[in-house]
């Protein structure tokens, strides 16, 4: 028992003397991480596109028109600006802005009075999607605006004609809304359908980029973290360390108790950074700070009994590296520890699932979130002690044979 | 004290090491001489519980090896052939380490460390990481590492290999240290002049078998005072064999187209009927060694083939 311990401080102290390997393991994820935010824009979705718009006609219904624009969703991709005809021209000649839009005068009258109006649209050449989504919008308006003109133009027009409209013109406007809704009532109004709603858990207000990231990337960093930590008795192996200590009293046992030890101490401050981060630099909502940090611990150790395990069994360090390697990243891959699987294909976050990490990573996000609690994490922590005590057993046997 | 009993290590259809047996007392140090893949290393494994033997008995101070493993280990040092160690730690945590494995406790722990390395001189750099000292410092500490817990049986295992000189007289210094302290130790080594230097007693191995035992002087004496003649040049074998054995005395150990090992008593009075007799078979002599009886002359006539080959 005693032997536990100093095995435990002298890997802790290598860790100290040589920080490389652990911090290359955490840093990976953590640049993939700020990357990400910072592509996605900091978790808050801001506008990427300008959209300018010329509107010259300034009537009820121009301002139908561009008032999509600034609604969600559109107004999460747009920043929508007004700017005479000219100087919008000379802004997109400047590249200054995804689209500009030209609302002719005349055009609300041309439309109640159904004459052809014409509406211009100008788009960035060097930009692709944003125009294409203004010019698919705008095609949308115009095509509704074309059968609210069929249905209802006699009615609207006595709305907006820009005069004050007298009482009995209201009424008589109001019952033709009326009728015209009753009429097409059978291919606007939706089917009946019963919806049971059973909420599961529910999702944050605060929900960011970095909630959806963050927690992908901390399982990515614990999979680095103990596939670094099962290749180095490998290293151990090749110094002769290890043939060394079963010439003594000591058993290889407690060399693997040592290692998860200190590893345990490694993890509770990856785990307390992680999740301190997550809660108070990336504002995400974490029902239990401590469950979360205990489960991520677990979670590594697991890991690590499952890659040293394997890892013992290669034929040579090289190889072992190699093996160590081809697990991860598919691991990573697929279990949710690299793209979040909220972005996965419904089939591959279902196989996903079923990995090791996608199945802590599934638990972790529940007790973030609060829909699981500690009788889940107790039941999780007893199925990876029966796994890893089978784990820790099979990686000694083997150790004993590669002396 | 060390005991090895008709001991038997194979692998399959390999023999390794085969009917090996010798006893090591307190305070002595007993020599396993033998070329590489004589199996003294295997022998070594068979005793610190490395390898599990295939027959045979090793007692360490009365403590089966395989029976019972733990007491024994508990009273043996091994010094390893390669430098196993820590590098990127230092002296002092390595050698806490290395305690800790042979469940020793502070605060004498702390005070054996203290003491192991004054007596290596590695006090001055005890802080160090050990990647920074020289191959002689790390073959010390690699030795102190063994010591620390004061074993009763201490094994070297071909501890001076890849050794300057200097590192080399102080680390055989340090292993007679230990012998006079009343440590059993026991020395393998394929250096000759080593072992003479070293050991009071002896095992000769080749092809995993003991085929000479004893004191350095009862080693010798089965020489019967032979000189040893090393003759290179070009030679046509079967003609210098046929025209050796016709000179009085002289015994071929070794014999091929560019070396030829004899054996022979008064060897300087010898020499011109041997020069002339190879000539006469056409025989071109380009070199000489003629060596004391010794153990590398023993090696070779129970052998008849040279310790480094």
Not at chain 1, 232 to 242: A, F, H, M, N, P
Not at chain 2, 1 to 13: A, C, D, F, I, P
Request: net charge positive.
């Amino acid at each position: 028992m005693r032997f536990l311990w100093a095995a435990a401080r002298k890997d802790l102290s290598r860790v100290r003397r040589d920080p490389l390997s652990l911090a290359t393991s955490l840093g990976i994820p953590l640049v993939l991480v700020i990357l990400i935010t910072l592509v996605f824009g900091g978790g808050q979705a801001a506008p990427q596109g300008r959209l300018l718009v010329a509107d010259e006609d300034g009537t009820v219904l121009s301002q139908l028109l561009t008032g999509a624009f600034t609604r969600d969703p559109l107004s999460k991709m747009f920043l929508m600006e007004t700017a005479p005809r000219e100087e919008g021209r000379r802004r997109m000649d400047r590249g200054d802005a995804s689209a500009l839009l030209i609302i002719p005068k005349g055009f609300q009258d041309a439309v109640l009075q159904n004459h052809p109006a014409q509406l211009q649209l100008v788009t960035n050449p060097s930009q692709s999607i944003l125009p294409n989504i203004a010019e698919q919008t705008i095609s949308v308006m115009v095509e509704g605006g074309f059968y609210l003109q069929r249905l209802a133009a006699i009615p609207l027009r006595s709305v907006v004609t820009g005069r004050q409209p007298s009482d009995a013109a209201i009424a008589q406007a109001s019952i033709a809304f009326s009728q015209i809704g009753r009429s097409v009532a059978k291919y606007l109004d939706p089917p009946l359908i019963k919806l049971d709603l059973n909420v599961i858990a529910e999702k944050p207000e605060n929900q960011n980029v970095a909630a959806v990231f963050l927690p992908a990337m901390l399982f990515m960093g614990l999979l680095f973290v103990a596939n670094s930590y099962a290749l180095d008795i490998w290293k151990e192996q090749s110094w002769g360390t290890l043939r060394r200590l079963a010439t003594t009293p000591a058993s290889l046992g407690a060399v693997l108790g040592g290692r998860l030890i200190s590893l345990t101490l490694i993890l509770s401050g990856v785990a307390l950074v992680g999740v301190g981060g997550m809660r108070w630099l990336a504002n995400v909502a974490v029902a239990s700070v401590s469950l979360t940090v205990i489960w991520l611990i677990l979670s590594g150790m697991a890991f690590y009994l499952v890659l040293v395990a394997i890892t013992v069994h290669a034929s040579g360090q090289r190889s072992a590296n190699v093996i160590g390697n081809l697990i991860v990243f598919p691991l990573a891959l697929l279990g949710g520890s690299f793209f979040p699987f909220e972005m996965m294909p419904d089939w591959m976050a279902k196989i996903g699932r079923f990995t090791p990490n996608g199945w802590a990573i599934t638990i972790f996000k529940a007790l973030i979130g609060g829909s699981a609690h500690t009788r889940d994490l107790l039941i999780g922590a007893g199925w990876m002690a029966v796994a890893g005590s089978l784990l820790f057993l099979i990686a000694v046997r083997r150790m004993r044979r590669f002396l | 004290m060390l005991e090895v009993e008709q001991l038997r290590k194979s692998y399959g259809e390999l023999i390794a090491v085969e009917s090996v047996s010798f006893a090591a007392q307190p305070g002595e140090i007993f020599g396993l001489l033998g070329p590489n893949g004589a199996g003294k290393t295997t022998t070594i494994g068979c005793i610190c519980g490395l390898l599990t033997p295939s027959a045979g008995r090793v007692k360490v101070m009365g403590h089966d090896v395989v029976r019972d493993g733990q007491a024994a280990r508990a009273n043996l040092g091994v010094v390893p052939q390669e430098i196993a160690l820590y590098e990127d730690l230092s002296a002092n945590e390595n050698l806490a380490y290395w305690g800790g494995a042979q469940r020793m406790r502070n605060p004498k722990l702390r005070e054996r460390i203290q003491e192991v390395l004054e007596l290596t001189g590695l006090q001055d750099r005890a802080r160090e990481p050990v990647k920074q000292f020289s191959g002689g410092m790390k073959r010390r500490l690699n030795f102190a590492c063994s010591i620390l817990h004061s074993p009763k049986v201490l094994l070297l295992d071909e501890p001076t290999v890849g050794v300057d000189p200097q590192s080399r007289v102080r680390l055989l210094d340090l292993v007679r240290a230990e012998a006079r302290a009343g440590t059993c130790v026991l020395y393998t080594t394929h250096y000759m002049e080593e072992a003479e230097a070293m050991c009071n007693r002896l095992a000769i191995m080749d092809h995993g078998k003991v085929i000479a035992a004893g004191t350095l002087t009862e080693l010798r004496s089965m020489l019967a005072e032979r000189d040893l003649l090393r003759l290179t040049g070009v030679f046509a074998p079967q003609a210098a064999r046929a025209a050796m054995q016709r000179i009085d005395s002289v015994e071929i150990l070794q014999g091929d187209e560019s070396l030829l090992l004899l054996s022979l008593a008064g060897a300087s009075q010898k020499l011109p009927a041997i020069f002339a007799a190879l000539a006469a078979t056409g025989a071109e002599v380009r070199g000489t060694t003629l060596t004391q009886p010794s153990l590398e002359s023993l090696f070779i006539k129970l052998t008849g083939k040279e310790l480094r080959e």
